[in-house]
């Protein structure tokens, strides 16, 4: 199947590490207009800089997804460097306080991981869906996770924040299809990710089980095929799927 996203014009959060990486080279090197949002500058930077040498278009923009005022500002100018918007995949996400018990939990991680993972889902959509609104089109792709979906998680926060994301997705589904916009969240199973592979060392660290880290880390799914799976449900030829994806 001969996908063409010539000319389309998206918004990847999350995009300068992991699969958000993968799924910004997919979109560019098929001739996509791109703008990254992301805090890592370092590696947005690198990113951009190495797919503008190959005549792609590519920007960055530093914009934290917990913030109203960034997110709504980094919208506004992002549309308007894209000239449009067709496709939004949100892939900003944290994972932290692995392997703690809910009487050890420190609440100032479960608000950072909630305001990033949730808070960002519900910020962008929102400040994206509205555009989207108006020409009555458009693609959005948030990202869940097996993890408070379909079943349990190391993390109290990030458990709760992927099974909110879920149920946002649904809403959203509901409420945006009467206006053309299709809605989407991806499950990713175990991926090789710097999200993941802190996971699992944490989790090391913490039980000194240095045999089921070895399992784990040999089973790690390519960050590349989950990209090839969004860059297909964001495509026309998706244009009759329904709810969540999941992979491995």
Same mark, same amino acid.
């Given at each position: +199947?001969?996908?063409?996203?010539?000319?389309?014009?998206?918004?990847?959060?999350?995009?300068?590490?992991?699969?958000?990486?993968?799924?910004?080279?997919?979109?560019?090197? *098929?001739?996509?207009?791109?703008?990254?949002?992301?805090?890592?500058?370092?590696?947005?930077?690198?990113?951009?800089?190495?797919?503008?040498?190959?005549?792609?278009?590519?920007?960055?923009?530093?914009?934290?997804?917990?913030?109203? *005022?960034?997110? !709504?500002?980094?919208?506004?100018?992002?549309?308007?460097? =894209?000239?449009?918007?067709?496709?939004?995949?949100?892939?900003?996400?944290? /994972?932290?306080?692995?392997? /703690?018990?809910?009487?050890?939990?420190?609440?100032?991680?479960?608000?950072?991981?909630?305001?990033?993972?949730?808070?960002? !889902?519900?910020?962008?959509?929102?400040?994206?869906?509205?555009? +989207?609104?108006?020409?009555?089109?458009?693609? $959005?792709?948030?990202?869940?996770?097996?993890?408070?979906? =379909?079943?349990?998680?190391?993390?109290?926060?990030?458990?709760?924040?992927?099974?909110?994301?879920?149920? =946002?997705?649904?809403? /959203?589904?509901?409420?945006?299809?009467?206006?053309?916009?299709?809605?989407?969240?991806?499950?990713?199973?175990?991926?090789?990710?710097?999200?993941? *592979?802190?996971? $699992?060392?944490?989790?090391?660290?913490?039980?000194?089980?240095?045999?089921?880290?070895?399992? $784990?880390?040999?089973? =790690?799914?390519?960050?590349?095929?989950?990209? *090839? $799976?969004?860059?297909? +449900?964001?495509?026309?030829?998706?244009?009759?799927?329904?709810?969540?994806?999941?992979?491995?």
């Amino acid at each position: +199947m001969n996908i063409d996203m010539k000319g389309k014009k998206v918004i990847v959060t999350g995009g300068s590490t992991g699969i958000g990486r993968e799924v910004v080279k997919i979109f560019a090197e *098929n001739q996509a207009k791109v703008a990254i949002f992301d805090v890592n500058n370092e590696e947005g930077m690198d990113l951009t800089n190495e797919l503008n040498k190959q005549s792609l278009d590519i920007r960055y923009w530093n914009v934290d997804v917990r913030d109203s *005022n960034q997110v !709504s500002g980094g919208v506004l100018a992002a549309t308007q460097w =894209l000239e449009g918007i067709d496709i939004l995949i949100n892939l900003a996400g944290v /994972l932290q306080g692995a392997s /703690l018990e809910i009487d050890e939990f420190p609440d100032e991680i479960w608000d950072s991981v909630i305001s990033i993972n949730l808070t960002g !889902s519900y910020l962008m959509s929102k400040h994206v869906g509205s555009l +989207m609104k108006k020409q009555k089109s458009g693609t $959005i792709i948030l990202t869940s996770s097996g993890a408070g979906v =379909l079943g349990s998680s190391s993390s109290f926060a990030y458990g709760s924040s992927k099974g909110g994301v879920h149920g =946002l997705s649904l809403v /959203l589904e509901d409420k945006l299809s009467k206006y053309g916009i299709r809605v989407h969240d991806i499950l990713p199973g175990s991926v090789d990710t710097p999200l993941k *592979n802190a996971q $699992i060392e944490t989790t090391r660290d913490i039980t000194g089980n240095e045999t089921e880290y070895s399992k $784990i880390k040999k089973v =790690l799914a390519n960050p590349k095929g989950v990209a *090839n $799976i969004i860059y297909f +449900m964001c495509s026309d030829e998706a244009s009759l799927l329904k709810g969540s994806i999941r992979t491995a």
